[in-house]
């Protein structure tokens, strides 16, 4: 397991990041990653984008901006705890993300690549419940806003001279 600062350091002054966000909003803590962008809102460094359940349809609009790095949030089924976030690999992100998309999430992250040269890193939440109509869980909420604070933190850190 990668810790996300960890995971995030290739992220300098330079870079021209996009976070997009995945997921169903309807579907309990499917919803994190569309909750995490709203919270984010807009910051002065990080584009960011809720993709909803199709990311494949956003691609030309994500290779128009010409990202150096695009961090892909979404709910997966890693290890431990709901709540529980991690940096997921390129190499196993369909067995734990497969929640809602309708094209493997692998074949859309290898045409960005194809398309502007980005580097994926791809962050995903542990959730506990993804039945439809149920609110998400206190868990999965804090870790979305944990999150939102790292990223925060990270656009007002980069956005300093």
């Known amino acids: 397991m990668i810790n996300i600062s960890e995971g995030l350091k290739s992220i300098t002054k330079e870079s021209k990041p996009v976070i ?52 892909i949030l979404d709910a997966a089924m890693i290890e431990g705890q709901p709540g529980t976030t991690e940096i997921v690999e390129p190499g196993i992100v369909d067995e734990v993300i497969f929640t809602t998309h309708h094209i493997p999430l692998s074949y859309t992250i ?7 040269g980005a580097e994926v890193i791809i962050i995903g939440i542990k959730p506990k419940i993804l ?7 206190p868990a999965v909420v804090e870790a979305g806003d944990e999150i939102v604070q790292l990223f925060k933190e990270l656009d007002k850190k980069l956005n300093t001279d």
């Open 110 to 116: 290898q045409r960005l690549k194809a398309m502007c």
């Open 131 to 137: 039945d439809t109509g149920m609110p998400m869980t």
């Open 20 to 71: 997009i966000g995945m997921g169903n909003d309807i579907n309990a803590d499917d919803g994190i990653a569309p909750h995490i962008i709203r919270e984010l809102g807009e910051l002065k460094f990080f584009i960011t984008l809720d993709v909803g359940t199709l990311p494949e349809n956003f691609t030309k609009k994500i290779a128009e901006m010409c990202p150096s790095h695009i961090i």
